[in-house]
């Protein structure tokens, strides 16, 4: 029999349930045991879900509250100390208040403090929680959480494997936070920790315990790779079985450590990597199990079922038993349930597979391996086939104007007329901006007023002229703000946007959307990526007139707001028939016909979003530069339009980019904005080394945490900036958008940020 089983489940409900219950607790809207009820409903509906699929087994351990790095930290009692939680972790009971404070800083309960980092989980759009690590760090049992989450399934009468991050994972996603010390220094006490854990879960019933190693997917330094060995050498003990899980690559050349792991299992990503396929099976010890991720965990297209039976036929012969099957990688990076999209039209939909679909395709291709297919089964592989032979065949993928023009771009159209100096020499006579500039990132609060009206238009409820009206309103609103704030250039609030790239999506052929699609970002932030389809135009302008009636209500330079190309591409899920980058320099041009149309409606600076260019780095650094070159060559492409005196942003947060400095450069862009706050200045730690030509606004408002930071904080930051970057260079800005906050914190934190500002003119005028 070949076993099925996934990596982990979406946890926030197929309603966006476990969103609705945090943020209801967080506002006092719900107290925490209904909080708890929500969260044990939840789990019970997703591991009912697999059972009624038919896995083997139902994945326990892969719910959070928040996110499941923190979890990991929480269950290691590795909590910083500013976050008064001593007492807990001696009686082993970190409490969910203080995760929550750990991830925004500020609770229910507790005193606020400041949140702890937050970037993107490897590759993806999902951010976690870094672990802060010290030197001399001690660790010890401090959640019982997990232990309960397997008491509840167990009782319940499923059969159980819970999902962990591993140990080398874990230190390799986290940070010093005391001086440059050596974080595997803290392994030898990490392990004896997942030692107790291990020895916990057996005690339970737990057999299996599928520990998530990602890491081995990249590049890893030769002291990583012996701690690999050592670690999993002493957890070799355990009184469980451990399968290492791999995901989001191949193992490269990590491929024979990965294999003589001293642990009975090991999952490979087959969907990112298919070449591993044969030489992971011609290493793979005559005893261990293989579990192969065969259906895609990070997309929503259908498997091609027979073929993908047809190419793992010999790994079935080679492996008999031994052979398990599951998705790549966790199904948390893609929406819950097809069903729900009641609103697709058949064709589109017997193209895609959601979640739970995906549940239903790694059965039916297990069960056709192991020779025990249903009718159902059957049917359901030729249903399979039909959908992938009609996609193929279908007119909605190709326009020949789009790819004629795509044929056409040349070098010219890369490139600004002038280098940077001479632009900021026009851009400074256009604008007329102090020393220390302030601006914001592009959002203001979306009140419950907003949303309500978007959702009135879009349902039919309210008509086009009505509705313009209201959210001219609230763009006026946002500009008398502004203005009685004292920033210096200014945003149009982006009120009728419903996301950064769903708004655009909507406007461009090439794209088709959801309605319950939701996929978590961070927290309790979700997102409702589009699909891209087919080849991607734009058919009028998407933003100009909003940009252009706030720019008639003031004499401030007002910016106007796009997502680039790459974050276009990255945040949405893109069409697995042509390249990755075919597809974005469709994408650029249709901005770059936006840009251009800005520009002439009067707008003097343009802001062109790209937070997800590090995201799409590859995890593989001799990979890198193939990718740099088309992202960054798509980024020119869609600024590249204008005149010297017109002033291009863009906005990258909540990403790792030092390494690519060079990269970022190469953007062209007049200035950058990039988060900085959480990281106190960290990122900035490239600019001691790279001589970055450009202007920057280093963030230094945590807009991911509700407390309002204090001038004097946004001073200190802003004086560690200036050591790197010199100060007619330097602008002063959030780190983010200021759509998820309300006004009674957007407010005074934009009011201390400008008075931080004058305190810099001041001293550097």
Not at 409 to 435: C, E, F, K, T
Not at 504 to 513: H, S
Not at 625 to 653: G, K, N, P
């Amino acid at each position: 029999m070949t076993s099925a089983h996934v990596l982990g489940y979406p946890r926030i409900g197929a309603n966006r349930e476990l969103k609705r219950a945090v943020e209801a607790y967080w506002r006092g809207r719900l107290d925490r045991a209904g909080l708890e009820t929500t969260g044990r409903e939840l789990r019970e509906r997703h591991w009912q879900a697999q059972r009624d699929a038919g896995l083997d087994f139902v994945t326990v351990g892969d719910f959070a509250f928040y996110d499941q790095v923190l979890n990991v930290s929480v269950l290691l009692g590795a909590v910083p100390s500013r976050f008064g939680a001593d007492a807990e972790i001696a009686r082993g009971e970190v409490d969910l208040d203080t995760q929550f404070r750990m991830a925004r800083g500020r609770a229910p309960s507790g005193a606020p403090a400041a949140a702890c980092e937050m970037t993107k989980y490897f590759d993806t759009n999902y951010h976690y929680l870094v672990p802060e690590l010290r030197a001399g760090q001690a660790f010890r049992l401090a959640s019982s959480r997990l232990f309960d989450e397997v008491a509840e399934a167990r009782a319940a009468g499923y059969p159980v494997k819970v999902a962990l991050t591993g140990p080398l994972t874990w230190l390799w996603l986290g940070k010093a936070q005391s001086g440059s010390f050596d974080r595997l220094s803290l392994l030898d006490a990490v392990l004896p920790i997942y030692g107790e854990i291990l020895a916990r879960l057996a005690s339970l019933g737990v057999e299996w315990v599928q520990l998530d190693e990602p890491a081995l997917v990249q590049d890893l330094p030769i002291a990583w790779k012996q701690a690999f060995e050592s670690a999993y050498n002493a957890l070799r003990s355990a009184p469980v079985k451990l399968m290492v899980a791999t995901y989001f690559g191949g193992l490269g050349d990590n491929l024979q450590l990965a294999v003589s792991l001293p642990v009975d299992g090991l999952h490979v990503d087959t969907v990112r990597a298919p070449e591993q396929l044969t030489p992971v099976l011609d290493n793979l010890p005559a005893y261990k199990v293989l579990s192969i991720g065969a259906i895609d965990g990070r997309n929503v297209w259908r498997a091609d079922l027979a073929a993908l039976h047809e190419r793992l036929a010999s790994a079935r012969m080679r492996l008999g038993e031994r052979l398990w099957l599951a998705p790549s990688c966790s199904l948390l990076h893609v929406p819950v349930d097809l069903t729900a999209e009641t609103d697709l039209d058949e064709e589109l939909a017997s193209w895609l597979a959601f979640a739970r679909q995906k549940l239903d395709e790694t059965v039916t291709l297990a069960r056709l391996l192991g020779n025990r297919a249903s009718a159902e089964d059957r049917a359901r592989v030729a249903a399979a086939t039909a959908a992938m032979d009609a996609r193929r065949a279908s007119p909605r993928l190709h326009r020949p104007a789009v790819q004629t023009r795509l044929a056409q771009v040349a070098d010219a159209d890369l490139s600004r007329d002038n280098p940077y100096p001479v632009r900021a020499r026009a851009q400074r006579r256009a604008l007329d901006l102090p020393l220390f500039p302030t601006t914001t990132i592009g959002s203001f609060p979306q009140t419950d007023e907003i949303r309500a009206t978007r959702r009135a238009h879009k349902s039919g409820e309210l008509e086009g002229e009505a509705y313009e009206a209201q959210m001219r309103a609230a763009i006026a609103d946002a500009v008398q703000r502004q203005e009685v704030l004292g920033l210096d250039m200014l945003v149009h609030g982006e009120a009728e946007r419903n996301d950064m790239v769903e708004y655009f999506g909507e406007q461009l052929d090439g794209f088709v959307f959801t309605r319950h699609g939701w996929v978590q970002s961070y927290g309790s932030r979700c997102v409702k990526p589009p699909i891209i389809v087919g080849d991607v135009s734009r058919p009028a302008p998407m933003t100009v007139a909003w940009s252009r009636y706030a720019q008639s209500l003031t004499e401030r330079p007002m910016k106007g707001m796009l997502t680039g190309p790459v974050t276009m591409l990255q945040w949405s899920f893109v069409r697995d028939d042509q390249p990755r980058e075919a597809t974005c320099r469709q994408i650029a041009l249709a901005l770059r016909d936006e840009v251009a149309d800005l520009e002439t409606a009067g707008i003097p600076a343009i802001q062109i979003d790209e937070p997800a260019l590090r995201e799409g780095l590859p995890l593989r650094q001799g990979e890198w530069q193939a990718y740099l070159d088309w992202a960054v060559e798509c980024f020119r492409l869609t600024a590249s339009v204008v005149r010297d005196a017109t002033q291009i942003h863009t906005h990258m947060c909540y990403s790792e980019f030092n390494d690519i400095i060079a990269a970022i450069a190469a953007l062209d862009a007049d200035v950058i904005t990039i988060e900085t706050s959480r990281s106190h200045m960290e990122l900035l730690d490239a600019f001691q080394d790279f001589a970055y030509p450009n202007e920057i606004g280093p963030g230094v408002y945590d807009i991911h945490s509700p407390n309002v930071p204090e001038v004097s904080w946004m001073v200190r930051l802003m004086e560690r900036a200036a050591e790197r970057i010199p100060v007619e260079r330097l602008w002063v800005n959030p780190d983010c958008g200021l759509k998820t906050r309300g006004w009674s914190e957007v407010e005074p934190a934009l009011a201390n940020m400008v008075e931080a500002a004058r305190v810099l003119r001041q001293r550097h005028g």
